[in-house]
């Protein structure tokens, strides 16, 4: 199935390169678009211009420490999560980049799976992790939608053709509500596609 979903946008902040390439790879192998700096006088700049969902900032760094980063994060994004690594954790630390909207605090070397979880944790709250079930209303919205728009159909001559409202269509489109299979039948025969179509499956 073609779940064609925006990626996921990480920054890696970190001046070892080689935990930069490792953890990189990891992320990208699940599924995110994911960019290391080993500078972190960079890091507004890349902000600035980058659109991030998260960054995964090291605490002890030269030129610039963690929670300075972190302060100067904030003052551009109250949003963006960011997690903490440190191969040196304590309190003081762990309290400042609490205070800082730090979403997780984590100690070096990381556990893979338990870093999954806290990365999964994190989209959920932000709002971005997508469950089976929502990618699927959403690839069938997006493919709806598409080969309307190949046809140069309207919502209107849509709900004309299948006896559907036009709310529930743009719903559908929208992938704010699940289509019944009756539904989806009517879709499909007004879009002249097979109902399988509909999925993505190409």
């Not at 600035?48 to 972190?70: A, F, N």
């Not at 904030?74 to 630390?93: H, M, Q, Y």
């Not at 089976?132 to 209107?156: A, C, N």
């Amino acid at each position: 199935m073609a779940l064609e979903l925006p990626p996921i946008k990480i920054l890696i902040v970190d001046d070892d390169r080689a935990i930069c390439e490792y953890m990189q790879t990891l992320l990208e192998r699940d599924g995110f678009s994911v960019k290391a700096v080993s500078d972190p006088t960079f890091v507004e700049d890349e902000i600035r211009q980058g659109g991030y969902h998260l960054i995964i900032l090291d605490l002890m760094m030269p030129k610039l420490d963690g929670i300075e980063v972190l302060r100067r994060i904030r003052k551009l994004d109250t949003d963006i999560a960011v997690v903490i690594f440190t191969g040196f954790p304590n309190l003081e630390s762990a309290v400042a980049s609490m205070k800082l909207d730090a979403v997780d605090y984590l100690k070096k070397p990381f556990n893979v799976d338990e870093f999954r979880e806290v990365i999964t944790r994190i989209m959920r709250k932000k709002g971005l992790a997508r469950t089976p079930e929502e990618q699927l209303h959403r690839v069938i919205g997006d493919t709806v939608r598409g080969l309307r728009k190949d046809k140069d159909l309207t919502l209107k001559q849509m709900s004309r053709r299948t006896g559907l409202s036009v709310s529930l269509l743009s719903q559908i489109e929208r992938a704010e509500s699940s289509a019944s299979i009756s539904s989806l039948h009517k879709i499909a025969l007004a879009l002249e596609s097979r109902m399988q179509d509909l999925f993505g499956e190409h």
